[in-house]
C-alpha cells in the first residue's frame, strides 16, 4: 500500500483523523479506507480495498456521485448512485428544479438541439451509459399550460359596452390618394396614402388632440394584438401605480414603520403629463341640463354640486376615442354659500339616484359644480376666476377629484387587477375670459390618484400649487421630481418638495353639445329637483299638480319626476315602476293604460288627491311653475300645528308637513 499524499483527504474518511486509519493490508474480510494513488488522479477512478476496521469507527461503500445539470434556471448538482435507472435521475431532477411535468424532460451531454427525452433512456442505468462523477448535461424542459384560473382577473371582468366595441376596432386613419405624391393606380398604396395609426403623434398634432385616447394607448402598448390561445394567455399590459409601503415584503424583516427596504418602499416619483386620457369628451344632451342646474345660482347667489348621469359611447372626432353623454344632473343634500358649499350625507340619496339611473340604463359618469360671481355690470357676466395668470383647477379640486375617482374605477381586461383609470370627469361651471359662463372639463392623472391614495400630497393656500407632505414616524414620503424648461429652453428637473404646479396632474377633457339633440328625458314641463332649499320643493302636492299639468306620457321623460316617484314608496320595482320608466323613455300610450289600471298607480293617485286637500288651485290643470309660484308667495297658516308661515315654501317651517 502506498503512502497517503501530502495535503490530500478522502471524501469518505475526511472526518476521522488520519492516525485512526489503518496502514497495514487487513484480513479478507475487512475493508480499508480509500486508496490514492498520485496527486492528479481523478476521483472516478477510486477504488475500495480490503482492511480491518478500526474500533473506533466503520467504513461505508463509496458509491454515491454528483452529476451535473445545466438549464435555463441555473447549474444544479443532483447526488445519484451509478447503477440508478435514468428515470430516478429524471425524478431528482423534476424535484430540484420544481418541473411539474417530468415526462417533457430532454438531456444531452452539449448544449445544441436536438436532445434526447429522458424517458427514452429508461431502463438503462447511469454506469451502462457511461455516466461518471462531476459530468455536465444539459437539460430543457417543457412550460406547463397556464390554467384557464390563471387568468382569472380578466376573464371575469364586465366592461363598458363602449370598451367591448372599440376593442374589435382596428382605429386605423384612412387617407384618400395624394395627388402629388402618389404615383400608383387607383388600388394601390404607398407612404402618403396608407392608413395612419390611431396614436399617430403627427396626426394628433394637427387635429389638435392634447392627449390620445385611453384605446389608441392600448394599441400603441400591443396589448390589443395579444392573443388568448389554450397553450398561451395574454399577459396584462397595464399597471396602475401604487406609492404605498410594501406590507408584505419578502426580505424577511418586520414590516413598516419597523423598518424599510429597497423592495417594500416605493420608488421615486417623476411628474409629467399623462400621454392618454379615458374620456375624450363630455357632450350635454341638451342645454336645457345646464339651465336648469344654473339657475339656482341665478335665483339665490349660491353655489350649487351634483352628479351626472349619463352613458359612454364612442366618439369619432378622436380616434378610438370616448365620450361621456350626460342626461341628468342628480343634486345630493348640500349647504350652498356664495364662496362655496358642503355636501352633506349622501349615502340614501345616492345609492336611490344610482338604482334609478341603472333601471334608465344609466350610469354616474362624472360631478359637476358652480364657481360663479357675478360681476355687478347688471349685463348677466359674470367674473373671470380661472385663466392663466391664477388657476384652471384649484389643488383642493384636484384632491377632491383623486378621490371620487378612485371610487369609480375603469373595468378593463388589459390590467392585472380588473382596473385601470377611471372614467369619471369633472366639469366646472365658471366664467370665461369674455365674461360669459362656460364649462371646463378635467380629470386628474393615475399619478395624482396613487398619490392622493399613499396619502402624499395635500391642498396648499395657493390654489394653483400642490404640496408634498413631510414624512413622519408612520408616513413615508418617496421623492418627487418634476421636469421644466428654465430661461435657457433647456428641460431641467427639479425637486418637488415642499410643492409643485397643479399642472402636472391634470388631463384637459374637451366638452359640447350635440348638433341635433336627443335627449332621454324630454318632458315639456320641469318637475322641482331635489335638495333645493328656498326654492319650489318636491312634496306630495307639487307632484299632483304636476301629473294634472299634461299626458303622463311626456310628464313621465323627467329624471327627478321618475326619482321622487319612487322615493315615495307606493309603486312597486317589480312591475309598476318599471312600467312608468319605460313610459319616461319610449312615451308609448299603451304602456300608459297599462300602468293606470295597476293597483299600485291608483293608490298613488289617492294618495296625492288627499293630500291636496280643499286647495282648488293645485288642481286647476295650470303648469307647475305657474301653480308653485300662485300658492308659495302668500302667507299661510299649518293647518296641523296653525303656525304662520311667511317664508314661501309648500312645507310647514315649524312641523314640516305639506300646506294642504
Partial sequence: MEDWPEGRQCGTCVKFPREQIARQPPPQSTYSPCKVTTATTNIASLRLIPLQPTSQHSFYTLSAMLVRVRSKEGTHRIEVNPSDDFIILRDKIAKELKITDPSTIAINDWPTPGSTLIDSLAGQTLQELNVKHGDLFYIAFGEAQVQPQASKPSSIVIQDAVDDFLDKQDGLIKRNKDPKFCKHAANGMCDYCMPLEPFDPAYLEEHKIKSMSFHSYLKKLGAHDKKQVSSYVALPSLEEPSFKVKTNCSSGHPPWPASICTKCQ???????????????????????IIDNFIGYWRSTGLQRFGYMYGRYEPYPEVPLGIKAVVEAIYEPPQEGDSEGLKLGDPIEGEKRADEMAAACRLQRVGMIYTDLTDDGSGNGTVL???????????????????????????????????????????????????GNIDVFSYQVSNTCVGMVDADIIEPSVEPGIMRVKEPTADLYIPEVFFKYKNEYDLVVQKDAKPSFPVEYLLVNVTHGFPVNPSPMFNSSKDFPIENRDGAVIQSAESLHRYLESGKLADLASNFHFLLFTRSMGILNDVDEMTQLVRIGILHNEEDVDKLTHTPGWQTLMTVLKESAGGRGSSTSGSGAG?????????????RHCTYLNTHGDENCEMCGLPMG
Fill in 266 to 288: 416605493p420608488s421615486a416619483i417623476t411628474l409629467q403629463r399623462q400621454p392618454f386620457r379615458l374620456v375624450d369628451h363630455v357632450e350635454f344632451s341638451n342645454a336645457s
Fill in 384 to 434: 373671470c376666476k380661472r385663466h392663466i395668470d391664477s388657476f384652471f383647477f384649484s389643488s383642493q379640486e384636484c384632491q377632491f377629484a383623486a378621490v371620487m375617482q378612485k371610487k369609480h374605477p375603469n373595468a378593463t381586461k388589459y390590467s392585472s387587477t380588473g382596473t385601470f383609470g377611471s372614467k369619471f370627469v369633472t366639469c366646472v361651471i365658471s366664467g370665461n375670459s369674455e
Fill in 626 to 638: 305657474e301653480s308653485s309660484g300662485a300658492s308659495a308667495t302668500a302667507p299661510w297658516t299649518c
